[in-house]
């Protein structure tokens, strides 16, 4: 999730449920065959946000913490230009920037994911950073691009290949993103949870979440510490702990019990 341990820097996100469509949803179907083939662009779009919705925002207020993991936050985070020299663009979205977790344990459990030891970096916003709400949702600014309306039907445009714009590289928070404990790609995707449906659900109603900073939000955001796993500790060590401690969410809880101590840089 918020690791520099591979070149992808985006992460699974819970899968979503699907429900049937609302009586709006069928409205917008039904208004969409009313006028495909014949309207604007601008009618399209109107269309697609009718369904989909507009743009939200949030503030993410100066002095929040956050949290990402690597092999050496000191070498790699451990002053504001070596955080600035860390933007990369993300596979999924072509958006430019840095990942972080807003609790601790979306960080530490990327050491079980991987089943490497990593070290854990703190940050702190020295700015209120307004993002949009969504990982995915900064394509409601250019929606026609992405969205087709084929037979009075809202699909996904696959042929869809061109640079984000530059309004495009939004800042974001997404609520849906959850710890792992696996990631396997030898036969296939196998992606295991870490928590149970009822932790992930507390865990996300805590405010708990991805941060997305692009370039420029990430000005804002200050190394604070780095802390490293004590030398007895695996992977293993690590699960034991945090299944027998119903899985602390804070790095408070890990500090206290000596599975993390803090790393001089």
């Known amino acids: 999730m918020f690791s520099s341990q591979e070149p992808q820097v985006?992460?699974?996100?819970?899968?979503?449920?699907?429900?049937?469509?609302?009586?709006?949803?069928?409205?917008?179907k039904r208004r969409v065959k009313s006028i495909h083939g014949g309207d604007t662009k601008s009618s399209i779009r109107k269309i697609l946000l009718d369904k989909f919705g507009e743009l939200e925002y949030m503030v993410i207020p100066e002095g929040t913490l956050l949290y990402r993991s690597s092999p050496n936050i000191c070498d790699q985070?451990?002053?504001?230009?070596?955080?600035?020299?860390?933007?990369?663009?993300?596979?999924?979205?072509?958006?430019?920037?840095?990942?972080?977790?807003?609790?601790?344990?979306?960080?530490?459990?990327?050491?079980?994911?991987?089943?490497?030891?990593?070290?854990?970096?703190?940050f702190k916003l020295n700015k209120d950073i307004t993002v949009s709400i969504g990982k995915y949702d900064y394509r409601k600014l250019h929606i026609e691009d992405y969205f087709n309306l084929v037979d009075g039907e809202t699909k996904f445009n696959r042929d869809f290949d061109r640079e984000l714009y530059?309004?495009?590289n939004?800042?974001?928070?997404?609520?849906?993103?959850?710890?792992?404990r696996t990631k396997k790609y030898s036969s296939g995707p196998k992606i295991k949870h870490l928590l149970s449906d009822e932790l992930q659900t507390?865990?996300?109603?805590?405010?708990?979440?991805?941060?997305f900073l692009n370039e420029?939000?990430?000005?804002?955001?200050?190394?604070?510490?780095?802390?490293?796993?004590?030398?007895?500790?695996?992977?293993?060590e690590l699960f034991k702990y945090m299944k027998k401690n119903?899985?602390?969410f804070h790095l408070e809880n890990y500090i206290k019990d000596k599975i993390v101590k803090e790393k001089d840089c």
């Open 10 to 28: 985006c992460y699974r996100m819970k899968n979503k449920t699907r429900h049937k469509k609302s009586q709006t949803q069928t409205r917008t």
């Open 77 to 122: 985070y451990g002053t504001h230009e070596k955080i600035m020299n860390n933007m990369m663009k993300c596979g999924d979205t072509g958006k430019t920037g840095i990942y972080m977790g807003k609790f601790a344990i979306l960080a530490i459990a990327m050491s079980l994911e991987y089943r490497t030891m990593m070290e854990i970096g703190v």
């Open 166 to 168: 530059p309004d495009e």
């Open 170 to 180: 939004l800042s974001h928070f997404d609520s849906n993103v959850l710890p792992l």
């Open 202 to 211: 507390e865990l996300m109603n805590s405010g708990s979440g991805e941060v």
């Open 216 to 236: 420029t939000d990430a000005q804002h955001l200050e190394f604070v510490k780095a802390y490293r796993f004590s030398k007895k500790i695996t992977p293993d």
């Open 246 to 248: 119903n899985y602390p």
